[in-house]
T-cell receptor, first 113, second 115 residues
Framework: SQKIEQNSEALNIQEGKTATLTCNYTNYSPAYLQWYRQDPGRGPVFLLLIRENEKEKRKERLKVTFDTTLKQSLFHITASQPADSATYLCALGPVGGGFKTIFGAGTRLFVKA | GAVVSQHPSWVICKSGTSVKIECRSLDFQATTMFWYRQFPKQSLMLMATSNEGSKATYEQGVEKDKFLINHASLTLSTLTVTSAHPEDSSFYIC???????????FGDGTRLSIL
């Protein structure tokens, strides 16, 4: 069956450290993978999109890798700050006849000052 | 850029009322819009996908007659929860996408409470 798995447990790290979040998938062949941030009571905010022919993408303190052989993406936040505390969602697409995007359950990140 | 506006942000109404939620893409044309439902501490559950000018495609288990979706233009989609009941209370979020290989951009959600 098709699955997307993110770190099920919350991730707690100290301010200034690098946070690494994992997204694994099975039985998909996505053309792209996306990462979103969601704060409580708000809609998700798009962060980065990486395509199947790209290995790595960066944006400021964020870095995403995409390994289509391992079927895995890693999302890194360097020099983390308490303001980075949120839930981070990975998403695969396009999927199905409707070209949908499928979302993982998300990983909660807590950055302690 | 890529702003999606969703209104209202919060609705409380009596059981049996119909509620309409609007989703607008403010600075881009959305060929596809999506409607999600989210329960506390859970992920997004896709309810339906709509393309401008055509009927929405509903996910399995979502009642078409209960959740009416209209995507009348490239910048506006509406979700109407008909004859709402307490079990329909939830957080509803829309998103819009300009093209298949582009990211989705989300509204800020609507908290619906049915008494």
């Amino acid at each position: 069956s098709q699955k997307i798995e993110q770190n099920s447990e919350a991730l707690n790290i100290q301010e200034g450290k690098t946070a690494t979040l994992t997204c694994n998938y099975t039985n998909y062949s996505p053309a792209y993978l996306q990462w979103y941030r969601q704060d409580p009571g708000r809609g998700p905010v798009f962060l980065l999109l990486i395509r199947e022919n790209e290995k790595e993408k960066r944006k400021e303190r964020l870095k995403v890798t995409f390994d289509t052989t391992l079927k895995q993406s890693l999302f890194h936040i360097t020099a983390s700050q308490p303001a980075d505390s949120a839930t981070y969602l990975c998403a695969l697409g396009p999927v199905g006849g409707g070209f949908k995007t499928i979302f993982g359950a998300g990983t909660r990140l807590f950055v302690k000052a | 850029g890529a702003v999606v506006s969703q209104h209202p942000s919060w609705v409380i109404c009596k059981s049996g009322t119909s509620v309409k939620i609007e989703c607008r893409s403010l600075d881009f044309q959305a060929t596809t819009m999506f409607w999600y439902r989210q329960f506390p501490k859970q992920s997004l559950m896709l309810m339906a996908t709509s393309n401008e000018g055509s009927k929405a495609t509903y996910e399995q288990g979502v009642e078409k007659d209960k959740f009416l979706i209209n995507h009348a233009s490239l910048t506006l989609s509406t979700l109407t929860v008909t004859s709402a009941h307490p079990e329909d209370s939830s957080f509803y979020i829309c998103s819009a996408r300009s093209q298949i290989n582009q990211p989705q951009h989300f509204g800020d959600g609507t908290r619906l409470s049915i008494l």
